[in-house]
């Protein structure tokens, strides 16, 4: 038998799960932690994966033309997004707070933050918001 002449089975194409403004801004006020705040209305303003999150260094961010500076993203190309004046006083006040050094959300221990932490960020938010996640 010849392994070229195998045909692979096709994929589902399953159209995503787009949550109402009600369910973002429920999920957006459940954490009272300011930097896991920021994290996620980032994510969700900017339009940002958890990667890209999580490669932000403070540079990135420009107050005075509010824009967020996206370096070697998908496809190792670099973007730009708009930053909302809401979310760049958030930023002012988490940056007071924490003073980053190197990454824009450092872990505990001052290197990167994990994408797992943040991936348990959201999941918990999606529970206190009561929000299935289909």
Known sequence: MEIEKIHRP???????NV????????????????????MLSLIYSCGLRRGELLQLKPSDIDSKRNIVIIRQAKGKKDR???????ILEMLRAYYL???????????????QYSEQSLQSILKQALLKAKIKNQ
């Open 97 to 111: 707070t924490y003073k980053p050094k190197v990454w824009l959300f450092e872990g505990q221990s001052g290197g």
């Open 80 to 86: 730009i997004t708009p930053l909302s004046a809401k």
């Open 19 to 38: 949550l109402s403004k009600e369910e973002i801004k429920m999920i957006l006020e459940t954490h009272s932690n300011i930097k896991y705040k920021v």
């Open 10 to 16: 096709k994929r589902e194409k399953l159209l995503p």
